[in-house]
Each structure stands twice: as structure tokens, then as C-alpha cells.
């Protein structure tokens, strides 16, 4: 109970300490008009309240990642829950943070055109590719996952349910974001508290079930992982969301189009972040702890992935009324994401063929393609696509941690704070790839681990160079 407390309260401590001295580093403007007033066109670019901002930040970026991933990664035991930690306060909540305030400072734009400003044009078309296969891959999973919760609560079958979420998407992809996101999300904001809450204090009164039962201060940098995971690098990659995530990348522009002030880029992007870290640390001690360890939870997802997980735990902790609210907390989470995703999907495409988004037809030209090749993708393993999203989604925080270490040297500024987790990511992703049998190359741990590092060295340098001889300050905003 103590260790679980304690990284909540950490996490809830970096917000106001490390996130201040972030936002001091980035250096605001709040004279300074955002492009919600200065591109307003009603249809993206709205001025919208920072609560509902926030809100719908938090929405945005909590699918099932936050969820899942830390329910995959709780088979490491506590460990998990460090990582959640430092990785939501010192890379996650930063990275989200320069996603969005660099989107501010350029009138409101995408993540593959930031790459390019800071980091060059191949940089950009690599990163144009990059994010719309990773916005189409978790387009799908945010489709298969709550349809398949939803089957269990109704009975109707997956394939239909598909359909009908991918409508709704379609719909919502297209419309003007105060229509339904500005409107909805808020409410469903409420019920993600609720979710959240709930099962944290059922969990806490529970006689049946301790918090993180069993696990001394010794064993939480143990690795617990009864498959024989290596927790390096893999622990990095299962859990994304909840500790740094590159689709959120791609999500916060979307708000950085509404939101009315700098001085609120803090709350919304950074403090979304550690929203969502609160999250990730909720469900991974419930997997410890609902089902009594890490052998218990193992036998769980061999019968049924995280989805039965979700289930029996919400179910067991609220009972059947209390347990489906819950679900229906955790169905929304996907849902309010993956609507989302094709969302930013369409505005970079949108940007990168100079296609104005005013009118419907323009709109609609954009979308359609994107949920063919999204229906296509629905055919294929989930399991499959869930692996090459976390190796997609890592490899884009990496480029955007890397575009703000750009922006900050090429500034004088203190680039470290970006630097830093830029490096570890980027030697995460190259050792797995290195490493991993099923998705890379099958070599051995040490020398994929010292190959990955020294990569990662070459490319930080590269990167310090060339945005110190290149005048930054020339193409991009005056600050």
C-alpha cells in the first residue's frame, strides 16, 4: 500500500517541481496569441476552456495503452511501477509538453512538420510516413480492443461492433472538434474518474485482496517475469503509455489548436501526462494485487489477455452493476482516442498535400483512405499489430524528443532535460530491435545493448551539431 502511495504522490510532486522548471526551460509568452485565436476556422483551430482541454487531452492520449501496457508490464513485478514513475515525470510528461507547446509556437502544427523545421526535410517525410502507420495501427487497436469488451458485455458479435465504432469514427474524424469532442469528452472525463477511483479504493477496503501483496523493498528492482522477458529493453516497450508515449505526439496538437493561453500549456500537456501516469499506476497495481502476484496474473492473461484482466478485476472489485460503469470507463478510453487518431491522421495528411480542411468534401477526400487501409488492418492478429505499435510508438517519442533537443541547443537552452530521455529511448528501441527474435535481428544481449548505445551516441551528436551551425531561429517563431 506505502510503495503504491508513494509513486502516486511522486508523480503528483514532479507536476509542480520538474514540471516549473520545464516550463521555465521551454520560457512561455502568455502576450503572445495561440493559433486558436490567430488560424480560428471553426473546424480545428477553436478556442475552447482549459478545463475542457485538459479533459480532452487526457482523453485523447488515454486508449487502452495506459491500461493494457501496464497490465502486460506488471508480469515484472514492481519494477514496472518505477518505471511508470521516472519515465512519466522525466521523459513522458516532457515529451508531451514540447509535442504540444512547439505545435503552439507553429501555428498549431503537426508533429511531421515540427520534425522537419528542427530537424530537416528527410526528417519530415521519414516522420510523415512514420505517423500515419502509427496513427492507422492505433486506429485498429483502439477499435478491435473496446469492441471486443464491448462483445462481452452484450453479446454482440466483434464484427459488428467494428463496423459501428469505425462509423462512429468516420464521423467524428470529420466534424468540427466542439461538436462532439469539445461536447462529450468532458462527461466521459467524469466517468474515466470514477473508473480510476473506484477500483482504487475497492481495491484499498478489500479483505479478499492486499496492495502489491507480498513484495519487499528488495525485490522491486527484481525482474518477476515468469515468460523469461528480459526487463531490458522490453519493460521500455510493453509499457508506453503511462510512462512516454509517441502517439500523444500526434494528439497534442490537436489541443495546442485550442488552447487560449501559453501559461496553460502546463496543465493540459504535461499535467495530462501525469494524469495518465496516475492511470497506468492504478491498473498495474490492481494486476499485482487483484490476482495475488505475478503467477496469478500470468494465469489470467493466458485466459483471456488484458481484456479478461479488466474484467474479472472490475467485476470482482464493484460487483456487476459498479464493474460494468467500470468497463464502460475503460471502453471510452480507446474510443475517445482512436477517434482521435484518425483525426490527427487526416490533418497530416491535410499538411503535407496542402489540402485546406474547411470544407466537408476536403475532409471527407482525406479520411475515406485512411479507414480502408484501417478496415484492412482489423484482419490481422492482434497480438501482431499490439508488438509493431509499441516498437512504432516508442520510435516516434524518440524523433520528437530528439526535434525538441534540436529546438532547445539551437536556442541556448538547457537541452538536457530532452536530451537525456531522447538517448535512453533510442537505445531502447535500437537494443530491442537488435535483440528481439520476432520483430529484429535475434543477436545477443550485450552486443545489441553496446551496438544500441553507441548508435544512439552518433545520433545525439548529429543532432547537437547540426542544430548548433543551423539558425533555428531563422525559420522558426520568434520567442
Not at 508513494?6 to 493559433?35: M, N
Not at 474515466?192 to 525485490?219: C, K, N, W
Amino acid at each position: 500500500m506505502s510503495w503504491f502511495l508513494l509513486c502516486v504522490a511522486a508523480l503528483i510532486g514532479g507536476y509542480f517541481i520538474y514540471g516549473a522548471f520545464v516550463e521555465k526551460v521551454f520560457g512561455i509568452d502568455t502576450k503572445r496569441q495561440t493559433p486558436a485565436y490567430t488560424k480560428q476556422d471553426g473546424v480545428d483551430y477553436v478556442p475552447m476552456s482549459t478545463s475542457r482541454v485538459y479533459l480532452i487531452q487526457l482523453l485523447n492520449i488515454a486508449g487502452v495503452g495506459p491500461i493494457f501496457g501496464p497490465i502486460m508490464g506488471a508480469l515484472y513485478g514492481p519494477a514496472a511501477m518505477i518505471w511508470i514513475v521516472l519515465g512519466c515525470i522525466f521523459a513522458g510528461a516532457v515529451h508531451d509538453y514540447f509535442s504540444g507547446m512547439l505545435s503552439v509556437r507553429n501555428q498549431g502544427a503537426s508533429v511531421p512538420t515540427m520534425v522537419g523545421k528542427y530537424l530537416g526535410n528527410t526528417a519530415k517525410y521519414i516522420m510523415n510516413a512514420f505517423a500515419i502507420v502509427l496513427l492507422l495501427l492505433v486506429g485498429v487497436v483502439f477499435v478491435s480492443a473496446p469492441a471486443g469488451l464491448l462483445a462481452n458485455l452484450t453479446g454482440v458479435s466483434v464484427g459488428i461492433l467494428v463496423v459501428v465504432i469505425f462509423a462512429y469514427y468516420l464521423f467524428a474524424t470529420i466534424v468540427p472538434v466542439d461538436k462532439i469532442i469539445g461536447r462529450l469528452y468532458p462527461f466521459f472525463g467524469a466517468l474515466l474518474v470514477f473508473m480510476s477511483l473506484g477500483l482504487t479504493i475497492a481495491l484499498m477496503v478489500s479483505s479478499e485482496h492486499a496492495v502489491l501483496p507480498g513484495f519487499e523493498m528488495s525485490q522491486l528492482m527484481t525482474n518477476m517475469n515468469p515468460n523469461d522477458m528480459p526487463l531490458w529493453p522490453a519493460l521500455f516497450i510493453t509499457i508506453a503509455c503511462g510512462a512516454v508515449s509517441g502517439f500523444h505526439a500526434t494528439q497534442s496538437p490537436l489541443m495546442a489548436r485550442c488552447m487560449e493561453n501559453e501559461a496553460n500549456g502546463r496543465f493540459v500537456f504535461y499535467g495530462a501526462m501525469i494524469g495518465e501516469g496516475v492511470i497506468a499506476l492504478i491498473w498495474c497495481a490492481l494486476a499485482l494485487s487483484f490476482f495475488n502476484g505475478v503467477e496469478g496474473l500470468n494465469e489470467a492473461l493466458a485466459n483471456g489477455g488484458p481484456s479478461n484482466v479488466v474484467y474479472s478485476a472490475s467485476t470482482g472489485l464493484l460487483g456487476a452493476v459498479g464493474g460494468i460503469v467500470a468497463i464502460l470507463g475503460v471502453i471510452v478510453l480507446p474510443i475517445t482516442s482512436g477517434d482521435t487518431a484518425f483525426r490527427s491522421a487526416r490533418l497530416i495528411l491535410s499538411e503535407l498535400f496542402v489540402v485546406s480542411q474547411e470544407k466537408l468534401n476536403k475532409r471527407i477526400m482525406m479520411a475515406l483512405p485512411l479507414f480502408v487501409i484501417g478496415a484492412i488492418l482489423t484482419q490481422v492478429d492482434f497480438g501482431v499489430i499490439w508488438r509493431y505499435f509499441g516498437v512504432a510508438n516508442q520510435a516516434t517519442a524518440t524523433v520528437m524528443l530528439w526535434t525538441a533537443t534540436a529546438y532547445l541547443h539551437g536556442k541556448g537552452k538547457f537541452h538536457w532535460i530532452t536530451t537525456i530521455p531522447a538517448l535512453f529511448m533510442n537505445s531502447v528501441i535500437f537494443t530491442f530491435i537488435l535483440n528481439s527474435k520476432t520483430l529484429g535481428f535475434g543477436n545477443e544481449m550485450t552486443v545489441s545493448t553496446i551496438a544500441g548505445v553507441a548508435a544512439s551516441l552518433v545520433i545525439m551528436a548529429i543532432v547537437l551539431l547540426r542544430s548548433k551551425s543551423h539558425n533555428v531561429d531563422a525559420q522558426a517563431e520568434t520567442a
